[in-house]
């Protein structure tokens, strides 16, 4: 069974520090890993994707990937309380069992961003 | 346009009733997916609509099922739905397979 594992949180940070959120992913063979960023009541939305090892850089996103270990991480610096929402990580396993590219996502993680 | 439309936003209905869920998107996307989110769980995939093929979770039963009248249109067909059904359904797509998904602002379902 293909599992990417998330730690539920809550994470709680103060406004301005960094914020790290960690995935793990049990197929090798994945290829492509994502962060969405999902609001309580709201749909996912896409923050991150990440293809090759080393780390990715959005504004005050990083992604990191490093698949020898099956583990992608994002970091969040100067975290506003806007960035408090739920995280999602997630993985496009590799095709040997049919996937046809269907994302499996992590349970979350919550994340709180104290004024 | 980079959006995914869903319609309705909210939805409740009985169990002996029969709806339909819609999903639009006009961003040349090549394939489209249904998901299921209860709360505070991850989505759940239901069916992908991938280059015009369709392939299903064989976990979800028969009284959901969807139809793709063109490349642009995804719908879910619900009927004999039970208060367990009840969650938030979301529609995704994506410009080809391993690429990430554009949600649709989802529908929320109740069973009554």
């Known amino acids: 069974q293909k599992e990417v594992e998330q730690n539920s949180g809550p994470l709680s940070v103060p406004e301005g520090a960094i914020a790290s959120l960690n995935c793990t992913y049990s197929?090798?063979?994945?290829?492509?890993f994502f962060w969405y960023r999902q609001y309580s009541g709201k749909s996912p939305e896409l923050i991150m994707s990440?293809?090759?090892?080393g780390d990715k850089e959005d504004g005050r996103f990083t992604a990191q990937l490093n698949k020898a270990s099956q583990y992608v991480s994002l970091l969040i610096r100067d975290s506003q309380p806007s960035d408090s929402a739920t995280y999602l990580c997630?993985?496009?396993?590799?095709?040997?069992?049919?996937?046809?590219?269907?994302?499996?996502f992590g349970k979350g993680t919550k994340l709180s961003v104290k004024p | 346009d980079t959006e995914v439309t869903q319609t309705p936003k909210h939805l409740v209905m009985g169990m002996t009733n029969k709806k339909s869920l819609k999903c639009e998107q006009h961003m040349g996307h090549r394939a489209m997916y249904w998901y299921k989110q209860k709360a505070k769980k991850p989505p759940e995939l239901m069916f992908v609509?991938?280059?015009?093929?369709?392939?299903i979770n064989e976990s979800v039963p028969s009284r959901f099922s969807p139809e793709c009248p063109n490349s642009s249109l995804l719908n879910l067909h619900l009927h004999a739905l039970q208060p367990e059904d009840s969650a938030l359904y979301l529609c995704?797509?994506?410009?080809?397979?391993?690429?990430?998904?554009?949600f649709g602002s989802g529908t929320r379902l109740t069973v009554v």
């Open positions: 609509y991938s280059y015009e093929k369709l392939s």
């Open positions: 990440i293809y090759s090892n």
């Open positions: 197929d090798r063979g994945s290829q492509s």
């Open positions: 997630a993985v496009n396993p590799s095709n040997y069992g049919g996937s046809q590219g269907n994302l499996i």
């Open positions: 995704a797509s994506s410009q080809r397979d391993g690429y990430g998904y554009t």
